[in-house]
Each structure stands twice: as C-alpha cells, then as structure tokens.
C-alpha cells in the first residue's frame, strides 16, 4: 500500500515527459550569408528523414525548420566530417529566424567547430566556440564568421574542445541544449560548453562555412533536462509521506 501511494504521489508531481522523438528534416531548408541561398547543398536522407548532408564548400549556410520555436527543448544526434580535404567550419545555430543571415538586424546563436587554424583575411582559431550573432550582416563581410569579429561576438570556448579540432571521419555524438536561461553542449557525453544568460526563442539549426561533407544524422528531439520544472508541492508531498511512513512505524509497536 505503501509504495502505491508514493507511486501515486510521485505521478502527480511530476508531468509526465514524453521520451525523444525521431526529427524528420524534410521540411527544412537553407539560409545562405546575404540572402545567398545555395551557399550550401543539403540533402535530406534516411528512412526516417533524420539525417542530411552538406556538399559545398561555400559561404555561411544554416540548414533549420522555418518558423520552429525550439527553445525549451533538447537535440541529439552525430557529426561526422567525410573528407581530409578541409579543415574549416561546422556547427550549429540556435533561436534563428528565417533570413537572419541576410538580416540588418540579427540576433541569433551560433556553435561552431573549427579543425585547425587558420589565416585567411584575420586568424580562425582551431576549436568548439560559442558566439552571439547581432546587428547588421549585410553591411559584414565574412571575417565576421571567419574571425568572431564584428557581429559575431564569441562568448565562451568549450572546455575539452577550445582549442582542439574535430577528427576527419570520426563520429561524434552531440547533445544540445536550449532553454530561455541555460545553452549546454555535450560531445560524446561530456558536457564541453554550459553558458547562462537570457535567450529569444528560434529554431534550431545546423550550420557549414567553407567545410563540405558533413553528415549530421540520426536527429531526435526531447525537452531540454533544465526545462522540466520541480513542482512547487513536492517538498510538502515528500514530508507528508515521511509522516505516513512514521504514523505506520508508530501503528506497529
């Protein structure tokens, strides 16, 4: 009896969550830097449309769900770089708005991951990063992306990850997280980058500059750990079964 009434109890405290679910992308599409759309080829694949591929190497290009309000929630799933003929850009953005890479006043995340050093018109810096992406892109040149300069403010390098590129054709497990408070990344199960601050809501997604095949498959979704609120009641829920159990410890003496 009772387990059954903390089971009970337990139920009623906490919402159920529904588990992850298989991301299908293809109702995604492309954003090209400067209203280039084409900066980036992606190909949506798999049975289950959670997977697509970028084959250029071009300009900034994000790939994301139109009008998708992602904040609050989690995305998971790998990166693999299918060539060891480059060594520049992927990643990800996080609460885009459709046209941002071409907008005259952008405001939008931006995690990205360089293999190696590099000069080319400013120093890129091998490395996980995370940057803040505002103002007027179409009066920016690319360095911005290039450098984390002008409208792309780096904020914060990862911790394992800050200085150290990605490995060709290797496969890497990514979790990230979103919430209006809270942006976290994980690879290969380690959290790497964990940034408090306040976040507009946006969609989620995958982002390339000059780095062709790249794979990001097996994409599934869940509400963001940080997200699921505590109920308030659970402290008196809790003590007032700690009473029940005493009140019955008591019976039987």
Do not use: C
């Not at 306040?198 to 509400?223: K, L, P, W």
Request: net charge negative; proline share 3%; aromatic share 12%.
């Amino acid at each position: 009896m009772k387990t059954s009434i903390l089971s009970a109890a337990l139920v009623a405290a906490f919402p159920m969550v529904a588990g992850a679910a298989t991301v299908d992308l293809s109702g995604w599409t492309e954003n090209g830097f400067k209203g280039n759309n084409g900066a980036g080829t992606w190909t949506v694949q798999g049975a289950d449309n959670d997977t697509v591929f970028q084959s250029i190497n071009g300009l900034p290009t994000v790939f994301f769900e139109p009008g998708a309000n992602d904040r609050g929630k989690a995305l998971t799933g790998t990166i693999t770089v299918e060539t060891t003929s480059d060594d520049d850009f992927v990643g990800f953005v996080l609460g885009y708005q459709d046209g941002e890479l071409g907008s005259t006043n952008a405001d939008f995340w931006l995690i990205d991951w360089k293999q190696a050093t590099q000069s080319y018109a400013g120093i890129a810096p091998a490395g996980l990063a995370l940057s803040h992406v505002t103002g007027d892109l179409t009066g920016s040149g690319e360095v911005d992306f290039w450098s984390h300069t002008g409208v792309v403010e780096e904020v914060l390098r990862a911790t394992t990850y800050g200085n150290v590129g990605y490995v060709d054709n290797q496969t890497y497990t990514f979790d990230l997280e979103f919430t209006s408070s809270l942006i976290a990344v994980s690879v290969n199960g380690e959290t790497v980058l964990s940034y408090a601050g306040s976040f507009e809501n946006g969609s989620f997604g995958f982002y390339n500059y000059s780095q062709q095949n790249v794979r990001y498959a097996g994409i599934t979704e869940d509400v963001a750990p940080s997200a699921v609120p505590v109920p308030a009641s659970l402290p008196l829920i809790l003590a007032g079964l700690g009473s029940f159990a005493l009140v019955r410890r008591n019976r039987r003496k």
